[in-house]
């Protein structure tokens, strides 16, 4: 089935659990103004899973040393005492790590990810909408692909909901690139919802929008190994993004993930890893793992099959975010080569994931239509225009609050 292009997205944020929900209703307030848009409210906190009961830490350890798994329910409480401080970082580091040595289930992934929900802040859409994200960690260097397929998505129909951050392990994450490229990355909930109404893309600054995540910073950077937390940043799109592309550091985590974005929810994610990179790339087949609400089923993906012909790493190598920027902008001008195949593949098997093609193959094909005829460059440029304009209203809002 093909989804329309058009779009209308109802703008509305939930009252959130953090310290930023003064600042956030000045905001929505003004925004309701300029919009003349009264019916727009700040909705109550959602109840459902909000009340956690205590968490007895010494046994929750003491079973993750015997390599029992834990309820959803134990894992929602010990995230909500992290982040609120009842235990301390030795104790939240025993956790992570005693977690991941056991390793994670389904369950507790899921249960982990909705107690980071429930400390988040959301955005609201009456869109489905579409992420393509990774878990990052592949130490390959390579471009933002996942970043500009977002855009060829976006530019072929798809709404995207990009969640994302500043590089951690590479030297260019989502935000650094999109920044270079001239994209405002640290808007307002409202204003976020506004850009996937009008442009079809929206980012998501994760600081801004998990602000709990300084909560268990200390830990992770104490830690210095990968935990748990690595795994969860593709399951806490604030949109609620119900379609993904979702890439990972190894195979050996795909079919975890798949499992708990099915708990969570999801419509249709595909779960991929291919040739050491967390997303799909023309370099060779990708594993696969595609979650639906009713089914989940492994396969290999080969891109030649797909038209897609074959690429040596060092053509996918990026930089900093000023050269990624500038091979970004040259893509999506319509040049050819091994980065727009790459960006290309990613974009097509997306939009048959968010059903806005019937097959990858027909997905790809949108995806070339896009980027070869430049129009995804105008897309890009629409969301830079829009997104620049609203961030001078939200800067303006916080600066004289109504």
Same mark, same amino acid.
């Given at each position: ?8 997205? =109802?703008?509305?944020? @939930? ?11 000045? @905001?929505?307030?003004?925004? %309701? ?11 109550? /906190?959602?109840?459902?899973?909000? =009340? ?15 390599? +029992? ?86 530019? $072929? ?42 442009? +079809? ?28 937390? !690595? ?5 806490? !799109? ?29 419509? =249709? ?5 291919? #040739? ?16 639906? #609400?009713?089914?989940? @089923?492994?396969?290999?993906?080969? /891109?030649?099959?797909? *038209?897609? !012909?074959?690429?040596? &790493?060092?053509?996918? =190598?990026?930089?900093?975010? $000023? ?12 040049? %050819? ?17 968010? #059903? ?6 027909? *997905?790809?094909?949108?995806? #070339?239509? &896009? ?5 995804? *460059?105008?897309?890009?440029? !629409? ?9 001078? $209203?939200?800067? %303006? ?6």
């Amino acid at each position: 089935m093909i989804m329309q292009a058009g779009c209308n997205c =109802k703008l509305g944020v @939930r009252q959130p659990s953090t310290k930023l929900h003064a600042k956030l209703q000045t @905001r929505i307030r003004s925004t %309701q103004k300029r919009l003349d848009c009264s019916s727009y409210t700040l909705d109550q /906190p959602e109840t459902k899973h909000a =009340k956690q009961e205590p968490i007895h830490l010494p046994q929750v350890l003491s079973a993750l040393m015997q390599r +029992r798994d834990l309820t959803k329910e134990q894992c929602r409480a010990a995230v909500s005492s992290i982040v609120d401080g009842e235990i301390n970082v030795a104790q939240a580091a025993a956790f992570m790590v005693l977690l991941h040595s056991k390793g994670e289930t389904p369950q507790e992934m899921a249960g982990l990810a909705e107690a980071m929900q429930l400390k988040s802040v959301p955005v609201h859409t009456s869109c489905d909408v579409l992420d393509i994200v990774g878990t990052g960690g592949d130490g390959i260097g390579s471009v933002n692909i996942s970043t500009g397929a977002c855009v060829l998505a976006a530019a $072929a129909g798809a709404h995207v909901a990009k969640h994302g951050s500043r590089a951690i392990s590479s030297s260019c994450g989502a935000a650094d690139v999109l920044e270079a490229l001239g994209v405002a990355v640290e808007l307002s909930p409202a204003s976020v919802s506004r850009c996937i109404e009008e442009t +079809r893309l929206g980012f998501m600054y994760a600081p801004y929008y998990h602000p709990v995540m300084k909560s268990v910073k200390s830990v992770r950077s104490a830690l210095q190994v990968r935990t748990t937390l !690595n795994m969860l940043g593709p399951l806490l !799109n604030p949109a609620g993004a119900v379609y993904g592309l979702i890439g990972v550091y190894s195979p050996d985590i795909s079919m975890l993930m798949a499992q708990a974005l099915q708990q969570l929810g999801t419509k =249709k994610a595909l779960v991929v890893h291919s #040739q050491g990179l967390d997303e799909l790339t023309p370099m060779g087949t990708a594993d696969v793992v595609e979650a639906t #609400q009713d089914n989940i @089923r492994r396969y290999v993906l080969e /891109p030649k099959d797909l *038209g897609i !012909n074959r690429c040596q &790493v060092s053509d996918l =190598k990026g930089g900093d975010a $000023a050269l990624n920027a500038q091979i970004l902008r040259d893509v999506f001008g319509g040049q %050819q080569g091994a980065v727009a195949d790459a960006l290309c593949l990613n974009a097509g098997v997306a939009l048959a994931a968010a #059903q806005v093609a019937p097959t990858a193959r027909d *997905g790809i094909r949108m995806a #070339q239509e &896009v980027q070869r005829s430049g129009q995804a *460059g105008k897309t890009l440029q !629409n969301w830079i225009d829009v997104s620049q304009q609203l961030h001078f $209203a939200d800067t %303006q809002d916080a600066a004289h609050p109504v």
